[in-house]
């Protein structure tokens, strides 16, 4: 299968700082990437999706000013976590998958980023 | 709005016994997902069932499809100590779509 790798994938911050956390496809083109979240013991809960050069369309309830999502390349999705606080500490995943028939039923998932924020 | 359900949430069962876990999910659905989850770790595909009535096997794993119940199960049969992990079914949020909605997981533990 498809490969896609997150980096960094631990990040230990001080409140208040920024995060950036980086997705990419490493053998195909994602035109389309998720960003969960997954909180110790709970489901993944999707944050928002990200398509390759438009904005990137978030769920209900997670704030796109804070979670600042960027997909300038088909191998390449950030997720920026601003101004990030203790509450923002969690297990951040991406997902990667193309356009066409072929890929509809087909997510890939990266390895995670785990974020602790003291 | 699509709700999927797991059931149960926790398991610990004997290693040699089979067992089934359970998927509901609440809206017309096209495909079914389910996957494994080791702790610490991120999701490893298990199986994509794309049609009522569809059955997958792999080892000692088997899931099968039914779309008119809307119910999935993940069936382990003579369970050994490898298969502990979470499993998580999920369902696309609209019909042909990408975006995934998952069940709350169900922690599986074997023992010896």
């Known amino acids: 299968g498809a490969v896609v790798s997150q980096h960094p994938s631990w990040v230990i911050c001080k409140s208040g700082t920024s995060v950036k956390i980086e997705c990419r496809s490493l053998d195909f083109q994602a035109t389309t990437m998720f960003w969960y979240r997954q909180f110790p013991k709970q489901s ?22 804070k979670f600042l999502i960027n997909h300038a390349s088909l191998t390449l999705s950030t997720l920026t976590v601003t101004s990030a606080h203790p509450e923002d500490s969690s297990f951040y995943i991406c997902s990667a998958t193309g356009t066409g028939t072929g890929w509809i039923e087909t997510q890939y998932f ?8 003291l | 709005e699509l ?16 067992y ?3 998927c509901n999910y609440s809206t017309t659905s096209d495909r079914l997902y389910w996957y494994r989850q080791d702790p610490g770790k991120s999701l490893e595909s298990l199986f994509v069932l794309l ?12 899931a099968s499809l039914d779309t008119k119940a809307r119910l999935s199960t993940l ?15 999920a369902v696309p949020l609209i019909q042909g779509a990408q975006k995934l909605v998952f069940g709350q997981g169900t922690r599986l533990t074997i023992n010896p």
């Open chain 1, 110 to 117: 990266g390895p995670g980023t785990r974020l602790l924020v």
């Open chain 2, 51 to 62: 049609s009522n009535g569809a059955v997958k096997q792999e080892g000692r794993l088997m």
């Open chain 2, 75 to 89: 069936h382990i049969t003579a369970a050994v100590h490898d298969l502990s992990a979470t499993y998580f079914c």
């Open chain 2, 3 to 18: 709700k999927v359900e797991q059931n149960p949430l926790f398991l610990s069962m004997q290693e040699g016994k089979n």
């Open chain 2, 20 to 22: 089934t876990i359970y």
């Open chain 1, 44 to 65: 993944l809960m999707l944050m928002a999706t990200s398509n390759e050069g438009s904005k990137a369309t978030y769920e209900q309830g997670v704030e796109k000013d």
